[in-house]
């Protein structure tokens, strides 16, 4: 595991000490904002995503933590969050895309689906890293298809 760690100072978040590992984790000591996170994302060009543990029983809130994306060969710097660790799952606050991508793709939706039936969440966030400040957080579902958002990510209620 490399050394990087996130700088705090004063609550204020001043990005990483070093390269930022792909594919890696850090605890945060509070959420990161939606610019912060789009930041990061126009920064280092992955993804990045934000997780709040919840405890599997009791439900009790845990700590945040920042993971980052994976640098691919298509370029997309996905990034995907694990379900949970030992008595923790991991509730998906929101995620990050490359540019202006505002719609969920098939595995946001799909890793979405899983947690909403394993009680975890009923919605969860995306950020278009390219849009302009302040960040928008476009909200997505479970059970849903890439056909049921406009390109603009706004959900619309499909005829079934
Ligand atoms: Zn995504």
């Known amino acids: 595991m490399p050394d990087t760690k996130l700088i705090f100072h004063d609550n204020k978040f001043f ?6 590992p792909y594919d890696a984790e850090f605890k945060l000591p509070r959420a990161l904002t939606p610019d912060e996170m789009a930041e990061l994302t126009r920064k280092y060009g992955i993804e990045f995503q934000l997780g709040l543990e919840i405890h599997y029983k009791t439900k009790h809130i845990g700590s945040y933590w920042l993971f980052t994306g ?9 990034v995907a969050m694990p379900v949970g660790r030992n008595e923790w ?16 793709s098939e595995e946001d939706i799909k890793s979405l689906t899983w947690r909403f039936e394993q009680g975890i969440q009923t919605e969860a966030g995306l950020i278009p890293a390219g849009e ?5 957080v476009v909200i997505y579902y479970p059970n849903t298809h890439l056909k049921d958002y406009m390109p603009n990510g706004k959900y619309h209620q499909p005829r079934r």
């Not at 302009?132 to 928008?136: F, G, L, V």
């Open 132 to 136: 302009p400040i302040p960040a928008r």
């Open 15 to 20: 990005g990483f000490s070093g390269s930022v």
């Open 89 to 104: 799952d991991l509730k998906d606050i929101y995620h990050t895309h490359l540019g202006d991508s505002a719609v969920p």
């Open 70 to 78: 994976l640098l691919t060969p298509s370029g997309t710097g996905a």
